[in-house]
T-cell receptor, first 112, second 112 residues
Framework: KNQVEQSPQSLIILEGKNCTLQCNYTVSPFSNLRWYKQDTGRGPVSLTI?????NTKSNGRYTATLDADTKQSSLHITASQLSDSASYICVVSPGTASKLTFGTGTRLQVTL | NAGVTQTPKFRILKIGQSMTLQCTQDMNHNYMYWYRQDPGMGLKLIYY???????DKGEVPNGYNVSRSTTEDFPLRLELAAPSQTSVYFC???????????FGQGTRLTVV
């Protein structure tokens, strides 16, 4: 069964600190991996989308890494801001739009 | 551009009632999707469409119906609402099958 597991479930960090969120998947075949940010009460917003051949991809203070051999991805947030408080969702695509597998997300809270 | 617009944002239904969740996008995307998001769970695909006049079932279609008469609009119909349909519903669209998806703000539905 295709699965996407994210860790930790929740995380609290101080403003200005860095953090790393993890995503392990068992989806096969693999086409791409996506990270989304979901603010409370809002829809998910795309941060990055990475294909098999991409190891690292950045979007501002967000850097995603992908190891397709071990089926692991991470999302690193640098110099966190209060506005980074949100859920971060890892999504794996086998190449078919109807077969995306969503993780349950990591809930990040950035505090003063 | 407005992107993906969903209405209403909130709704309370009584068991057995029906309603239509509206979704429209102004990006001329071919692909549109309806997902539901339950607490502690990853998003689940209800229905999707690859273009006007073409729809297909996702992972959890029971109790729902869709239509796609235009490229812009993809309404989701709930017939005979049940408490199990209490959830947050997201509409999304994408240009292609394996490209970034854009999500609406969501509709929080409670069936009592």
């Amino acid at each position: 069964k295709n699965q996407v597991e994210q860790s930790p479930q929740s995380l609290i960090i101080l403003e200005g600190k860095n953090c790393t969120l993890q995503c392990n998947y068992t989806v096969s075949p693999f086409s791409n991996l996506r990270w989304y940010k979901q603010d409370t009460g809002r829809g998910p917003v795309s941060l990055t989308i990475m294909t098999f051949s991409e190891n690292t991809k950045s979007n501002g203070r967000y850097t995603a890494t992908l190891d397709a051999d071990t089926k692991q991805s991470s999302l690193h947030i640098t110099a966190s801001q209060l506005s980074d408080s949100a859920s971060y969702i890892c999504v794996v695509s086998p190449g078919t739009a109807s077969k995306l597998t969503f993780g349950t997300g990591t809930r990040l809270q950035v505090t003063l | 551009n407005a992107g993906v617009t969903q209405t209403p944002k909130f709704r309370i239904l009584k068991i057995g009632q029906s309603m239509t969740l509206q979704c429209t996008q102004d990006m001329n995307h071919n692909y549109m999707y309806w997902y539901r998001q339950d607490p502690g769970m990853g998003l689940k695909l209800i229905y999707y469409s690859v273009g006007a006049g073409i729809t297909d079932k996702g992972e959890v279609p029971n109790g729902y119906n869709v239509s796609r008469s235009t490229t812009e609009d993809f309404p989701l119909r709930l017939e005979l609402a049940a408490p199990s349909q209490t959830s947050v519903y997201f509409c999304a669209s994408s240009w292609g099958e394996n490209t970034e998806a854009f999500f609406g703000q969501g509709t929080r539905l409670t069936v009592v």
